[in-house]
Every structure is written in structure tokens, then in C-alpha cells.
């Protein structure tokens, strides 16, 4: 290293950092930090793992490359809103504030855009089944990873061959994957389905985590005893000038060296104290967590025209999906958590449905299927690290290695221009 770059790099080192969200992008950023010599708190408004982080399918889709907004979507939108239980739903009252957002969407459903945006899901997510590995081995969390794999189920010829495309894809960014194509093969992986599932694509690497809370609470406890701190305490507000920031904790204001944006579908509300208008969404996913015993789940099950999967949490089922555009405010629907588990007993004959606990979270998300990594445009000294949609259990341990690298004013193993907050 030359001197030049060895004084960079030195002054990097032993800052104080907050962590704003102690989801599990946010726990991840900060336990990559501290173990770089940082002074690492997170703060956050209810405490560890408390929002979408808790509920979540427990999922790394490390093959999920595909954007929502694909092209033609915008031509199924409306059949699937005339159905308020369907796959896609947008309560009435919100569909006006929502009509900026869809119309990015769209945009982003065209060919030009969807192929840019599939590129960069898919280089992130390379990064991302590493960056997970690595977390595994450095934290010593085999016991919490379940590597099962995952079944992505199709009825009759017509929708298996409408998803070939998206699997010459995947074989061209280095995915493996079996084609099924009768429900005897699918039964030798996951039997107990109906046989109206009459074709597949089972994924052998996908991985799944126990239990996601107990994921993020397992890291969380590491940072914890290393010396780190989660303070429960709600911040206000976020300024900054070029190189400096500052949390309004309400009693108190705070200056740290540097600020890690992590707050999921939050975030960009205090971004937009920074002048940073970022076109995030809240996605209100639903589910209903089934006790030991409910269905012998042998793989990470998903019903993609159905919008909805089943995933084994604690040995129990866990039946939960679909999108609901509805923002923060409005009430939960919990008729849907009611439909997806109707669907799922008759998909899974045998499956037992009582004794079941439904969850909302809010997921957040960017018209492109991007998460948003990088520095603010107001300052250098305030990174975002949010917007994940989905995939945020995927790529936290990715972001938290991209946030590092920008902290330590490192080059990034993947160009961020494609998830830069500027992009928009």
C-alpha cells in the first residue's frame, strides 16, 4: 500500500458509527464495522428484529435475479387488482399517493431497464451467497442455516413454459437447477402436494435460516458481547453537511463520524431530511407461522403464480407472501394471511391449520427491484443501506461489506452504480 493510500486508510479507522435500524441489515452493517475497529451503536425506535426482520420466510434467494417489474407486468396489474385477495393488491385510499411510484415501476418493466436491473441483481447476489458464507464461518452459525433447498411449483405446460425464459437466465449467471416435469418427480422431493402441480424448478443451493429473528438476534448477541450497543430510542430527524451528520434523538443530539441509513421502510423519511427524495415503497406482506408437526416440509416451497410460499420455521410452516402496496398507516388486512393459508390447504393436502399466528411487515421497496447502497448525495458522511424489498435477509450480509468498503474508502468488489441513491 503506498503512503498516500496507507494515511487514507488510517484515518478511516476507529470512528464512531451509528447504525440507524436494527433489522437485520442494519445488525450486519454494524457487526461488519466493529470488527473493523469501529465504535458501533445502532439505534432504532423498538429494538432488534422487531419489523420485517422477525416475520420474514426466513429465505436467502440467492437465485431470485428477477425484478418484479418485468416486462408485460403492467398488462396483468389490472386483473390481478380487480381481485383485492389476489397476488397484487392496492387498497383504494392509497392508490393515488401511490401513482408516482407505479409509474417508475413501469419504466422500470421496460426491456432496457429490466435487463440493466436483472444484471444488477445478479452481480449482487454473487456477492451475496459469499458474503453469506463468510458470515457463517466467521460467526460460527451452521446451526441456524437450513440447506434444503427450494421447489418453485407450476400448473400445467403453459405456465411451466412461460417461466423458461427466467430460467435461461438464471443458468446464464451460474444458478443450478432442475427442470421437473411431472408431479412423481416432484414428490420425490416434497411429497403430500396435489398433483395439479404438474411441473417444477427446484434450486438445490437455495438456503434457508431457522428462524429469521433468531437469525438476526444470534448476530446481534455477537455484536453485543464484542462490545457494541442497541440503544431503543427513535431518531427524529438526520442533517448533515458535506462531511458531517447529526441525530436528533429528541433529548438529545448526537454527532457520530459517520451514519449507516438501515431503517427498511422508514428510511427514507428521514432521508428526505437530507433533501434525498427517494421513490421507496412499503410492500405489507402477510403470513401465518404453524406449529411443529402442521406438514412435513421438506423444502422451501414456492407458489409463484399464487404469490406466496411455504417455508419451514422452527419446524414449524410458515405460509405467508403477496403484495400489498398500502404504505405505513392503513390497518392490517389480515384476510389475506386467512386466503393465502385457504390455498395452502388445498395445494398441501394434510396440511393441519390450527393453532396458526399471523404477522404483517412492511417490506421496503424501490420501483426497480434495487436496494439503494451508497453514500448521500447531501454527504459523505452518511451511507444508505436500505430498500431491499425481499430480499433484505438475501443481501444484508453483502450490503454490510459494500457499506464497509465505502466507509473505509475502499473500491467495492461490485460496481454500486446500479443501487447508487443518485440513480433516480
Request: net charge neutral; with cysteine.
Given at each position: ?147 434444503d433447498g427450494q421447489l ?213 421497496s424501490m420501483p426497480d ?56
Amino acid at each position: 500500500m503506498g503512503k498516500v493510500a496507507a494515511t487514507r486508510a488510517s484515518s478511516q479507522a476507529g470512528m464512531t458509527i451509528a447504525v440507524i435500524g436494527a433489522g437485520i441489515v442494519g445488525v450486519c452493517c454494524a457487526l461488519r464495522l466493529q470488527g473493523l475497529g469501529h465504535q458501533v451503536t445502532i439505534y432504532d425506535r423498538k429494538g432488534l428484529a422487531a419489523e420485517a426482520s422477525a416475520g420474514n420466510a426466513g429465505a436467502f434467494a440467492f437465485s431470485e435475479i428477477i425484478p418484479l417489474a418485468t416486462p408485460g407486468m403492467m398488462r396483468k396489474a389490472p386483473k390481478w387488482l380487480l381481485d383485492p385477495m389476489g397476488p397484487l393488491s392496492i387498497p383504494p385510499r392509497y392508490a393515488l399517493q401511490l401513482a408516482p411510484w407505479l409509474l417508475r415501476f413501469w419504466r422500470a418493466s421496460w426491456r432496457d431497464r429490466y435487463a440493466a436491473s436483472m444484471a444488477a441483481q445478479a452481480s449482487l447476489m454473487g456477492l451475496a451467497r459469499q458474503a453469506l458464507e463468510r458470515q457463517i464461518r466467521e460467526s460460527e452459525a451452521e446451526h441456524l442455516i437450513q440447506r434444503d433447498g427450494q421447489l418453485q411449483l407450476f400448473e400445467g405446460e403453459r405456465e411451466y413454459q412461460a417461466s423458461q425464459a427466467a430460467w435461461k437466465e438464471r443458468k446464464a449467471n451460474g444458478i443450478s437447477y432442475d427442470l421437473l416435469q411431472s408431479p412423481d418427480e416432484i414428490a420425490e422431493i416434497q411429497p403430500g402436494l396435489s398433483r395439479q402441480f404438474t411441473h417444477a424448478g427446484y434450486t438445490p443451493d437455495w438456503i434457508n435460516t431457522v428462524d429469521p429473528k433468531s437469525w438476526c438476534e444470534y448476530l446481534a448477541g455477537q455484536f453485543l458481547a464484542r462490545g457494541g450497543r442497541v440503544e431503543v430510542q427513535e431518531v427524529r430527524a438526520l442533517s448533515a453537511d458535506r462531511c458531517s451528520a447529526a441525530l436528533d434523538l429528541g433529548s438529545h443530539r448526537i454527532t457520530p463520524d459517520r451514519v449507516v441509513l438501515a431503517a427498511g421502510a422508514w428510511s427514507h423519511h428521514l432521508a428526505r431530511g437530507l433533501g434525498d427524495a427517494l421513490p421507496l415503497e412499503t410492500e405489507r406482506g402477510y403470513n401465518t407461522t404453524l406449529p411443529q408437526g402442521a406438514f412435513d416440509l421438506r423444502t422451501h416451497i414456492t407458489f409463484g403464480s399464487h404469490g406466496f410460499v411455504a417455508s419451514r420455521i422452527n419446524g414449524g410452516v410458515r405460509i405467508g407472501g403477496a403484495v400489498e402496496l398500502g404504505g405505513l398507516k392503513l390497518p392490517p388486512n389480515y384476510k389475506r394471511s386467512e386466503v393465502l393459508l385457504q390455498k395452502a390447504c388445498r395445494f398441501m393436502p394434510g396440511l393441519d391449520s390450527s393453532g396458526g399466528t399471523q404477522w404483517m411487515g412492511f417490506r421496503p421497496s424501490m420501483p426497480d427491484s434495487l436496494p439503494v447502497i451508497g453514500a448521500s448525495p447531501a454527504s459523505e458522511a452518511v451511507i444508505y443501506a436500505f430498500g431491499h424489498g425481499h430480499l433484505g435477509l438475501t443481501q444484508s450480509a453483502a450490503t454490510a461489506e459494500l457499506v464497509a468498503d465505502l466507509i473505509m474508502a475502499r473500491t467495492p468488489e461490485i460496481d454500486l452504480s446500479a443501487v447508487s441513491p443518485q440513480r433516480f
